[in-house]
C-alpha cells in the first residue's frame, strides 16, 4: 500500500505519523528500460535508409516522437510528487498535504475533538475520507484505491481511538 505508519516519542509522549503517496506504476528503471526500448524500435526501421536523404528527412520527426514520450512520462513523475502526512498525538492532530505544484497545505485540530468520517457516496471519489475538527473538514487520501481508502479509514479511526484513551492506571497507589 502506497502509505506507511510509524510510532515515534517526543517530549509530548508517543505520537503516531502516517506517511501517504500516490501508487506509480512506473518505477524509474522502467521508466529508463521504456525509452530505450522505444529508441531501438524506432531506429530499427531506418537502417534500410542509411546512406540516404530520406534518412534525414525522417530522424527529426523520431527524434521528435521519443522526446514526446520522454516529456510526458516526466509531467506525470512531477505531477505525483505530492504526498500527505497525518500527525495524531495526545493532544494535537497534525495534518500537511504537499501538493506537487502548489502551496503546501496544513491542518491541525485537537486529538479530542477530531473525527474521521468516510463518505461512501457524494465525494469526489467512492469511499471519501476526511477528517473534522476545529469548524472544517479536509480530505486525506484522495489519490489512494477504493479498497486502499477503505482499510485507511479503519486505521486513522484506530489511531485516533487509541491516543485519546486515558492511559491505563499502572496500580493501586
Known sequence: MPYQWTLSETAHGDVECLR????????????AVFILITC??????????????????LLPFLVLAVWGVWYALQRSYRDAAMGEELT?????????????RGPVQDWESQS???????HPTGGPVPHYV??????????????????????LYGEIAEALKRMVEPDPVVGPL
Open 88 to 100: 495524531i498525538g495526545r493532544e494535537e492532530v497534525h495534518l500537511r498535504r504537499t501538493n506537487a
Open 112 to 118: 479530542y475533538w477530531t473525527k474521521v468520517h468516510m
Open 40 to 57: 531501438v524500435m524506432f531506429t530499427m526501421p531506418l537502417f534500410p535508409l542509411l546512406g540516404t536523404a530520406t534518412l534525414w528527412g
Open 20 to 31: 501517504l503517496w500516490p501508487h506509480r506504476s512506473l518505477p524509474r528503471w522502467g521508466f
Open 130 to 151: 476526511t477528517l473534522k475538527g476545529k469548524g472544517r473538514e479536509v480530505e486525506i487520501g484522495a489519490f489512494l484505491s477504493e479498497d486502499e481508502r477503505k482499510a
